[in-house]
Antibody, heavy 115, light 113 residues
Framework: QVQLVESGGGVVQPGRSLRLSCAASGFTFSTYAMHWVRQPPGKGLEWVAVISYDETIEYYADSVKGRFTISRDNSKNTLYLQMNSLKTEDTAVYYC????????WGQGTLVTVSS | DVVMTQSPLSLSVTLGQPASISCRSSQSLVHSDGNTYLNWFQQRPGQSPRRLIYKVSNRDSGVPDRFSGSGSDTEFTLKISRVEAEDVGVYYCMQGTYWPPDTFGQGTKLEIK
């Protein structure tokens, strides 16, 4: 069965960096586009970034453009999100999700940006 | 960006009664390929979102048939024919026609009366 397991979250000070990972299994990872979607505590869902199956295309939400970088390693079935220059408003649960239709989600990893 | 507006934002329903959630987009969601990329997600308390419906009216595998999606152009509806206790949570619509970005509605919180 499809499994997406995020890791790498934690507490970080404003201006610092963090890298999230998402380990995929149960499907052919290298054939699917992948997303990051986040959810601030008690709030709704916000799409963050998407990467094509072959890494040739990346798109970002305006709120993270220039600070976050999505990448993937198809040999390791793993998706990444490099987050730099973090702001307090980046505090959220970060989910990785599969495919353009977002059909499967991971359990999420909490990122808290606080001094 | 396309704006998705859901109503109501909260819903209190008696067990066994129907429920309906509306989602309106700021522009038509009909893609140039003829498909309409409107999905519905359920997020139970403490859980990740789960997709229920894709392309307006197609139920995902394992989704009970009491859930149905309908609509076209800019107006869409998620209906639950008979609400059960396990349906408590927040429901989101999402458009994937004009991406990036994929945009979500604000969410509708369903509780049992």
């Amino acid at each position: 069965q499809v499994q997406l397991v995020e890791s790498g979250g934690g507490v970080v000070q404003p201006g610092r960096s963090l890298r999230l990972s998402c380990a995929a299994s149960g499907f052919t990872f290298s054939t699917y586009a992948m997303h990051w979607v986040r959810q601030p505590p008690g709030k709704g869902l916000e799409w963050v970034a998407v990467i094509s199956y072959d890494e040739t295309i990346e798109y970002y939400a305006d709120s993270v453009k220039g600070r976050f970088t999505i990448s993937r390693d198809n040999s390791k079935n793993t998706l990444y999100l490099q987050m730099n220059s973090l702001k307090t408003e980046d505090t959220a649960v970060y989910y990785c999700a599969r495919d353009l239709g977002i059909d499967y989600w991971g359990q999420g990893t909490l990122v808290t940006v606080s001094s | 960006d396309v704006v998705m507006t859901q109503s109501p934002l909260s819903l209190s329903v008696t067990l066994g009664q129907p429920a309906s959630i509306s989602c309106r987009s700021s522009q038509s969601l009909v893609h140039s390929d003829g498909n309409t990329y409107l999905n519905w997600f359920q997020q139970r308390p403490g859980q990740s979102p789960r997709r229920l419906i894709y392309k307006v009216s197609n139920r995902d595998s394992g989704v009970p048939d009491r859930f149905s999606g309908s609509g076209s152009d800019t107006e869409f509806t998620l209906k639950i024919s008979r609400v059960e206790a396990e349906d408590v949570g927040v429901y989101y619509c999402m458009q994937g026609t004009y991406w990036p970005p994929d945009t979500f509605g604000q969410g509708t919180k369903l509780e049992i009366k």
